[in-house]
């Protein structure tokens, strides 16, 4: 998926997963598109919540080779 | 949508205690919260500039998972508290938990308000001097003014 930002949360334990991708948002444009590589398998469930929270729509998570990658368009 | 509040009391400076007052505050600022945070009793060692002090003691904690079975008696000789906070240490940073500092630090960018019991400060003789900067005093009227108000409201 076409993407305008990247950020790579790999290694990373809760909350910075959540945290760091607030900030990877913050200097972004609404409807531009971050994509995140997390591998904590919580992040999975606490990036939906944070989608739902913020209204930083989660357009599509996939998980590859135990890694986990979500796409959030800015609200 | 109102901008959604929470109010934490920590209460707690050891290591383990430490760490759910900074977590769950800057998360919630990164979903958008107001969040502010009370320090009081030994909580206050969270705000001091260096956490080095801040440690876990493996005695009088039965759940502390150890590599090998210790026996009470162990666990008092000096040196073990040392030993397990590097320990504990060593292992968050493999598992890429955070330090303190940088939650701290998160917290502190994303506007979460820290506030220091000036009783307890008197109390314990802190000197503000060794508290970081950006903080706040008060006592349990100016928590409860903001606590009367939000959604969520802890005592860590």
């Given amino acids: 998926m076409n993407h305008d930002k990247e950020f790579d949360a790999s290694g990373l334990a809760c909350p910075l997963p959540i945290v760091k991708t607030k900030k990877a948002l913050s200097d972004m444009a609404p409807g531009q598109v971050l994509r995140v590589v997390a591998t ?35 609200a | 949508m109102a901008t959604k509040k929470m109010a934490i009391i920590a209460t707690k400076g050891t ?26 009793f030994y909580g206050l060692q969270l705000l001091r500039k260096n956490l080095d002090g801040i440690r876990i003691s493996p005695l009088a904690n039965p759940a502390m998972p150890m590599p090998v079975p210790m026996p009470v008696i162990v666990s008092v000789l000096p040196g073990m508290e040392a030993m397990a906070t590097m320990m504990m240490k060593d292992k968050m940073k493999k598992k890429g938990v955070a330090s303190l500092e940088e939650l701290r630090s998160l917290c502190l960018e994303a506007d979460v308000k820290f506030i220091a019991c000036q009783m307890t400060v008197d109390l314990f003789e802190f000197q503000t001097s060794e508290f970081i900067d950006g903080i706040e005093y008060g006592g349990a009227a100016t928590f409860m003014k903001f606590a009367g108000e939000t959604d969520v409201c802890l005592f860590i």
Avoid: C
């Fill in chain 2, 15 to 40: 290591l383990d205690m430490a760490y759910p007052p900074l977590i769950l505050a800057s998360t919630a600022a990164a979903l958008g919260w107001d969040v502010q945070i009370f320090f009081t």
């Fill in chain 1, 40 to 74: 904590d398998p919580g992040s999975v469930a606490d990036m939906a919540a944070f989608a739902e929270q913020t209204g930083n729509q989660l357009l599509e998570q996939s998980t590859q080779d135990k890694k986990f990658v979500f796409f959030l368009k800015k």
